[in-house]
């Protein structure tokens, strides 16, 4: 699979003298365009004008390129424009020739995300962008999504026009959103937690945050419920968005719009389209943005998905894996918030972490967003589930969630392998919980494993030689809990924790011990 770490990186002079090379057509007119003033070449190359000024003073003292003053067509002006030498232009075709082959990451239209060549991503995009466009995009925003909106409508290729209504895709809205959520394994137990969600959206509240730990069954939970919701509503609306480590608010917002309809080729009367960057490095207006989006969908003359020849009574907007998005998207949900609050858009946001883009007024006084921290199955619901299954008689339900804390995935390896410690749980463990942890991090988790109650964090501290506050990380993870009496663990990581035993543990425990009452 392609990595997220492969975005190219363009030089700022092969950024100009790309540029240059594309607009060489208008080398020694007499009116030209703004793409060869210095806010134009700015714009096209994601740079800072200072920093364009700076790189034609040294493009032009190598003899690369050339200043003249120009009228620009729509500027009763003259400015400074620039234009490539004969050497610049040997310089450029040497340059492309290897800007051609940098690998850039694309979301094709399979759905997949592909690594290819820089000049092949345009023909896969089946858009109008330049070589140079390809680069700046990728290089700012990781993944070029088929479709994307500000790329305008498709580049067909010796295809028939669709017909008026149909289902044109516009945003790559089928590889970045589903319309209904993933098939996933059967729920067990979690009766509660699906009333809560009932509740939830009963209740109206813009926005319902599920978090829990990874694999503790959070998709599985939402999908099963969604599900259940969209057969009881099929009027419903939902974009189910399952965001990915390369993803960025822009993805979402696209998507959000080409979900209500809003696309190049259909009716726009609020100019939502006109607030997404369409020049590399640009920022989303998150506030024209929002204003936008929220008349819209409050004109109910607006509410009419072409696509599907429906009105929008309700929307319901599934961000799953929302830690992956990070505190770039704080603006963009702060905004979604803020329009949920408003219209009928509702909003329930999956993630490992709590989120901070709201304050905690919004919970417990504003009463706009509920919380939802999934734990382990209870040892009731355990029991029901190894019911079902044949396992060894001696693994009764109360061993298994004082081993796994009642983590859905232990279980269900004991199904497939009958081990309630099969060594793809504490890999699973390792790999996807512990390994990402900063070491500190994970010596504080350690060092509290080898207690039998909760410990003060002065005193956990204190062991483990840090200062400050409890991380955030770990809290915000539901990793370690801050109790009445003091910090604790999750018991599942307090159970693969204690397997370090030998010297590691004695060295733990006496570190803790160490530090007094």
Not at 321 to 347: C, M, P, W, Y
Not at 355 to 381: I, N, Q
Request: glycine fraction near 6%.
């Amino acid at each position: 699979m392609a990595r997220n770490d492969s975005r190219p990186n363009v030089p700022v002079s092969d950024r100009i003298m790309l540029h240059l090379w594309e607009q060489d057509f208008q080398a020694d007119h007499y009116i030209v365009t703004s793409d060869v003033t210095r806010s134009g070449i700015a714009e096209s190359c994601a740079l800072h004008p200072p920093n364009v000024s700076r790189a034609m003073r040294q493009l032009t003292s190598q003899g690369y390129i050339s200043q003249h003053s120009r009228t620009v067509r729509g500027d009763n002006r003259r400015q400074k424009t620039w234009q490539l030498t004969e050497e610049g232009r040997e310089l450029a075709r040497e340059r492309i020739s290897e800007l051609r082959t940098l690998m850039v990451l694309i979301r094709s239209n399979e759905g997949n995300v592909l690594e290819i060549r820089a000049d092949e991503a345009a023909n896969k995009l089946r858009a109008g962008l330049s070589l140079l466009q390809i680069l700046m995009h990728a290089q700012h925003e990781g993944v070029l999504n088929f479709g994307d909106i500000r790329f305008g409508a498709l580049v067909r290729k010796n295809e028939n026009k669709p017909s008026p209504g149909s289902s044109s895709i516009l945003t790559g809205a089928h590889s970045t959103y589903h319309t209904r959520p993933p098939k996933t394994r059967t729920v067990h137990g979690r009766k509660d937690e699906m009333g809560a969600l009932d509740v939830w959206f009963n209740s109206g509240k813009p926005l319902l945050v599920l978090s829990g730990i990874a694999g503790c069954g959070k998709t599985t939970l939402a999908s099963h419920w969604i599900s259940e919701m969209m057969d009881a509503n099929p009027e419903l609306k939902t974009m189910y968005y399952p965001c990915q480590p390369w993803d960025s608010p822009l993805g979402i917002a696209t998507s959000l719009l080409h979900r209500i309809g809003i696309t190049e080729e259909s009716e726009d009367p609020y100019d939502i389209l006109a607030t997404l960057p369409y020049k590399p490095a640009a920022r989303l207006e998150i506030d024209s943005f929002r204003r936008r989006l929220t008349a819209h969908l409050i004109d109910e003359k607006s509410l009419i998905n072409p696509s599907e020849g429906s009105k929008i009574d309700e929307a319901l907007v599934v961000l799953d894996d929302v830690h992956n998005i990070g505190t770039s998207g704080d603006h963009l949900f702060g905004a979604l918030l803020q329009t949920a609050e408003k219209t009928k858009l509702r909003l329930l946001m999956i993630s490992r972490t709590s989120l901070a883009f709201y304050d905690r007024r919004y919970v417990h006084t504003l009463d706009k967003v509920s919380e939802m921290a999934l734990s382990g199955l209870s040892p009731e619901e355990i029991e029901a589930w190894i019911e079902m299954i044949e396992i060894p008689e001696n693994a009764p339900a109360s061993e298994i969630h004082r081993v796994t804390g009642g983590h859905p995935l232990a279980v269900e390896l004991l199904e497939m392998y009958g081990k309630t410690l099969h060594e793809d749980w504490l890999r699973f463990l390792d790999e996807e919980i512990l390994n990402v942890l900063p070491e500190s991090h994970r010596e504080i988790l350690s060092i509290l494993a080898t207690s039998e109650r909760p410990v003060p964090w002065e005193k956990l501290a204190m062991a483990a030689g840090v200062d400050g506050i409890p991380p955030e990380q770990l809290i915000e993870r539901g990793l370690m809990l801050e109790l009445e009496d003091g910090m604790w663990l999750h018991e599942a990581l307090r159970f693969r924790l204690l397997r370090d035993v030998g010297k590691p543990f004695e060295e733990r425990l006496g570190k803790l011990n160490s530090t007094g009452t």
